[in-house]
T-cell receptor, first 114, second 110 residues
Framework: KAGVTQTPRYLIKTRGQQVTLSCSPI?????VSWYQQTPGQGLQFLFE???????NKGNFPGRFSGRQFSNSRSEMNVSTLELGDSALYLC?????????????FGPGTRLTVL | SQQGEEDPQALSIQEGENATMNCSYK?????LQWYRQNSGRGLVHLIL?????REKHSGRLRVTLDTSKKSSSLLITASRAADTASYFC??????????FGQGTRLTINP
C-alpha cells in the first residue's frame, strides 16, 4: 500500500497570503488528522476529519481550516499568513474507530512565511 | 499546556548501549503511543500500549506504563546508529486526537 502523501513538500509564502496544503491518506483510511510542528511549541493537533466531517479541533485560530473529500483526501487552508505560521505541517491517517489508533504520518509540508 | 513532558530532552549514548526515555502525561488515556521522527521528517509509529496494559515488547523496544503515576518509559536495547532520531510519546485519549510530548532527541555514537 502506498503511504500517506502530502503536497507540496516545501512552500514559501509572504505574510498576508493564504496557503492550501493537501494530504492523501492510505487507501482505506477514513480518518485524517493534521498537526503543526514548530521548535517552540512542538507537535500540536490542528483538527481531524472523518467521513468529510470535522470530529476534533485543536486550539488554533479560525484562520486555520480544513476539509475532507468523499475519497478521504484532505486539505487544510491557512489564511492571512503570519510569520509564526512557519512550521512543518504533518498529516496522518488512520482506520476508523472511536478509540485513538495508530496513526500513519506523511512526510510533511514545510511552510516558510517571510 | 496540555502537553506531557519527556525526560531527558536529549540523550547521547554509545552504540550497543541501552537507551531509556521517560514520558509523563496529563490526561486519562485510552492508550499511550510512541513515535520516532528522523530529522524533520514524518513520524513513524513504534508501539501502542493500552491503559490496561503494564508492559509491551516489540523487537528491541520495551514500553512500560504506570497509569497511577501517569508515566511511561521506552527502552531501546542494543542501540544502533540508525536509532538516532527524536522520540515522542503521545496520549491517545480522544478519537484520533493525539497529544504529543516535547520529545527526546537520541544520538547514538559509533
Amino acid at each position: 500500500k502506498a503511504g500517506v502523501t502530502q503536497t507540496p513538500r516545501y512552500l514559501i509564502k509572504t505574510r498576508g497570503q493564504q496557503v492550501t496544503l493537501s494530504c492523501s491518506p492510505i487507501s482505506g483510511h477514513r480518518s485524517v488528522s493534521w498537526y503543526q510542528q514548530t521548535p517552540g511549541q512542538g507537535l500540536q493537533f490542528l483538527f481531524e476529519y472523518f467521513s468529510e466531517t470535522q470530529r476534533n479541533k485543536g486550539n488554533f485560530p479560525g484562520r486555520f481550516s480544513g476539509r475532507q473529500f468523499s475519497n478521504s483526501r484532505s486539505e487544510m487552508n491557512v489564511s492571512t499568513l503570519e510569520l509564526g505560521d512557519s512550521a512543518l505541517y504533518l498529516c496522518a491517517s488512520s482506520l476508523t474507530g472511536g478509540a485513538p489508533l495508530e496513526q500513519f504520518f506523511g512526510p510533511g509540508t514545510r511552510l516558510t512565511v517571510l | 499546556s496540555q502537553q506531557g513532558e519527556e525526560d531527558p530532552q536529549a540523550l547521547s549514548i554509545q552504540e550497543g548501549e541501552n537507551a531509556t526515555m521517560n514520558c509523563s502525561y496529563k490526561t486519562s488515556i485510552n492508550n499511550l503511543q510512541w513515535y520516532r521522527q528522523n530529522s524533520g521528517r514524518g513520524l513513524v509509529h513504534l508501539i501502542l500500549i493500552r491503559s490496561n496494559e503494564r508492559e509491551k515488547h516489540s523487537g528491541r523496544l520495551r514500553v512500560t506504563l504506570d497509569t497511577s503515576k501517569k508515566s511511561s518509559s521506552l527502552l531501546i536495547t542494543a542501540s544502533r546508529a540508525a536509532d538516532t532520531a527524536s522520540y515522542f510519546c503521545a496520549e491517545g485519549s480522544g478519537a484520533q486526537k493525539l497529544v504529543f510530548g516535547q520529545g527526546t532527541r537520541l544520538t547514538i555514537n559509533p
